[in-house]
């Protein structure tokens, strides 16, 4: 792994609501290594998603800091894409309009051949070549899913946030779009941190996998996935090793579980 990108260093996050405080992560310390793919699993509530807009720059810490890069995060991020649990597609336009919003919105690729020819490159990399024309009422859930993937990597982000990318699949689709992810990945190395409530998807892509607590949301388990890349999702899940770390797992996660919360 490289050096740390992301330095999350005491952060602590409170939402006041009706004159009541509810503590939504506290205290968590973790260190982000260029180019890794880490993956937070816990029960729902727990904050992981709240520390995503943090990391993005959405939402501002209560107590302590994140770094990106050794900076402050105080503002929106714009080194980070975030590809959020919808897809957020517009319906009214074609696939090639969509992937190319972040284009307009920046000053890359000012002129539109040259955006066309990017979002063309980037449909190819995801599957979706022949599709183009095609409107988000036209297509699967996981073509649209597809698209969303192509639109957050458009502008080439250093890093990838994913709230639940693939949670709303059936899961066949799930497997193969985890795999079309490693596949991205292992080309283009980008940094990863990935929310799921799916234990056996956290454990396929990642190199770490931390484990929250329920609310307040602290880190349990900061856990190394020692199986070999490149990975084949399909397979993987029938080898001895990738058993015992789900079963691991599953052993301490189902703990907060039985608290009152859902994986």
Not at 8 to 35: M, P, W, Y
Not at 123 to 140: C, D, I
Request: glycine share 8%; hydrophobic share 40%.
């Amino acid at each position: 792994m490289g050096q740390p990108i992301i330095n999350i260093c005491g952060v602590t996050k409170i939402f006041s609501a009706r004159g009541t405080q509810i503590v939504a992560l506290s205290d968590i310390n973790l260190n982000v290594a260029e180019h890794e793919f880490i993956s937070m699993v816990g029960p729902s509530g727990c904050g992981k998603s709240t520390l995503l807009n943090m990391v993005a720059g959405l939402l501002q810490t209560t107590a302590g800091q994140i770094l990106y890069k050794g900076h402050i995060v105080k503002g929106p991020n714009t080194y980070v894409a975030y590809m959020t649990q919808k897809d957020t597609l517009l319906p009214w336009r074609n696939v090639i309009d969509n992937v190319g919003v972040p284009l307009e919105l920046s000053c890359r690729f000012t002129s539109k051949g040259n955006r066309v020819a990017r979002v063309q490159e980037l449909l190819g990399s995801v599957g979706l070549t022949g599709f183009e024309k095609h409107y988000p009422s036209e297509l699967s859930g996981g073509m649209r899913r597809r698209v969303a993937l192509a639109r957050t990597l458009i502008y080439d982000p250093e890093t990838l946030l994913m709230d639940e990318p693939f949670g709303s699949l059936d899961a066949q689709l799930k497997l193969v779009m985890q795999d079309e992810l490693l596949r991205i990945w292992e080309r283009t190395q980008k940094t990863v941190i990935f929310v799921t409530h799916d234990l056996g998807e956290a454990i396929a892509v990642s190199d770490r996998v931390i484990v929250f607590t329920g609310r307040p949301g602290t880190i349990k388990i900061d856990l190394r996935i020692d199986l070999p890349r490149p990975r084949d999702v399909f397979q993987m899940r029938f080898t001895k090793r990738f058993g015992e770390i789900h079963e691991y797992l599953w052993q301490n996660i189902k703990d907060e579980i039985a608290k009152g919360e859902e994986i």
